[in-house]
């Protein structure tokens, strides 16, 4: 049974040598069949304050490594039952003594056995007549490496429980986001016919879990249906948190009690008054429609959103849109409505500027006028179907599946 050598106290220099090593004391273990040899050099290593065990031959050797998981092994070539290389082999086959460091003692310094040596697992050689100052020079050396590699598998334990956590509390936002976003997507209009001969579709693509682009349409009275479309500046958390405080305030109630109506230029008027530019400079741009069912009326105003467009059964594209600030950047700016017939046939089309700013691989803008052009493609595909060939458009265009910003298209129909 290999135990600890306990030699006479080493000198104050000694101790002074070992106690600075950033583990302290070293674990070595000395596999050789010789007696005196080992013996010697166990004295010499304990007597510096190491803890020294010893084995006699290389299945000993082995064993003893695999039980008391020395620091450094010094290991004679020459031995029975198994040599000094094959020892080497069998060590390094086990991934737990990876930082094990492995000195082979041979009488023959020849470089094609220092070279096999090298290749069965040995860190380092030494000669049977290399003197002391030599012997303890690469033990130090030895005992430095497995410092070193200890210090690099203790940073890759450290790294690989930091990024297990990290992973974990990802997981939980990631959880937290998806739940998040379930709820900012019930406040979504649901899609079909919403009153007689008004089919309603859309397709929303966020950047991220959350988006701050939102839409609704929804009822204002018995006879009007509100529609709109905003953008809060930014994507993710906040942006989607600022959008969602906005729809609250265009609930119908709301607007009844605050603004009054529900004209457009009231409504975007009051929001202009009631959310200024932020101190980061957070703002909206805002796109409201009043949609008369009797008169099919479509009362319009914007705030710095141009993705509006009417296209008729027949005809040319109208713009629905309007010169003016977003929403905050001048708190006293009057804002007004515009208005338009639809007639049976006509699509209306709300279009956040992720979509038709989609880029290329080269960097080129698929742009409003590609996104007209494919609307007015799709002219007499069914609705919901025209919007998903429009955006199957634009991710063809950028030879991407995901936005780089919120991405949202909103479908209007009045039945022909």
């Known amino acids: 049974t290999a135990k600890p050598h306990i030699f006479d106290p080493p000198t104050i220099a000694q101790r002074d040598a070992v106690e600075a090593m950033p583990d302290g004391p070293a674990r070595i273990l000395l596999v050789d069949d010789d007696p005196i040899s080992r013996k010697s050099l166990a004295r010499r290593l304990a007597r510096l304050g190491h803890v020294v065990f010893e084995a006699v031959d290389g299945r000993a050797g ?48 020849q470089p094609k056995q220092i070279a096999e040596g090298l290749a069965r697992g040995a860190d380092d050689f030494l000669s049977k007549a290399a003197s002391s100052q030599e012997i303890m020079a690469r033990v130090q050396a030895g005992l430095r490496t497995h410092a070193l590699v200890r210090e690099l598998e203790h940073a890759r334990d450290s790294l690989g429980k930091s990024y297990q956590l990290l992973a974990n509390q990802q997981e939980k936002l990631d959880s937290e986001l998806r739940s998040a976003a379930r709820f900012v997507t019930s406040l979504l209009p649901p899609m079909g016919s919403w009153a007689p001969g008004v089919q309603v579709a859309w397709q ?22 509100g529609v709109y479309i905003l953008d809060a500046s930014g994507h993710g958390v906040a942006a989607a948190l600022r959008a969602a405080s906005m729809m609250t305030f265009l609930r119908a109630d709301s607007l009844v009690r605050q603004v009054g109506s529900y004209d ?20 909206f741009t805002l796109w409201v429609g009043t949609f008369n069912l009797t008169t099919r009326e479509l009362r319009f105003c914007t705030a710095g959103h141009s993705g509006a ?108």
């Open 264 to 283: 457009p230029g009231a409504i975007v008027t009051e929001m202009n008054r009631r959310f200024p530019l932020s101190s980061d400079g957070d703002y």
């Open 309 to 416: 467009i009417m296209i008729g059964s027949e005809g040319a594209p109208v713009p629905l849109t309007q010169p003016t600030f977003p929403i905050g950047f001048q708190s006293d700016t009057i804002y007004t409505s515009r208005a338009v017939t639809l007639n049976p046939g006509d699509r209306v089309f709300l279009c956040s500027d992720g979509l038709f700013e989609a880029r290329s691989p080269v960097g080129e803008m698929w742009g409003w006028e590609r996104l007209e052009a494919m609307l007015q493609s799709v002219g007499n595909v069914p609705l919901n179907d025209a919007l998903q060939e429009t955006v199957a458009s634009a991710r063809q265009w950028q030879q991407a599946e995901n936005f780089s910003d919120d991405a949202a298209l909103v479908g209007l129909e009045v039945a022909g």
């Open 62 to 109: 082995v064993e003893t490594a695999r039980r008391e998981s020395p620091d450094l092994v010094i290991v004679d070539w020459m031995m029975p039952e198994m040599d000094g290389p094959t020892l080497c082999e069998t060590i390094r086959a086990d991934p737990k003594h990876c930082s094990m460091q492995l000195i082979l003692m041979t009488a023959h310094d």
């Open 204 to 225: 929303y693509l966020p950047s991220l879990a959350l988006g701050g682009d939102l839409f609704n349409v929804t009822a204002w009275g018995t006879q009007d249906l």
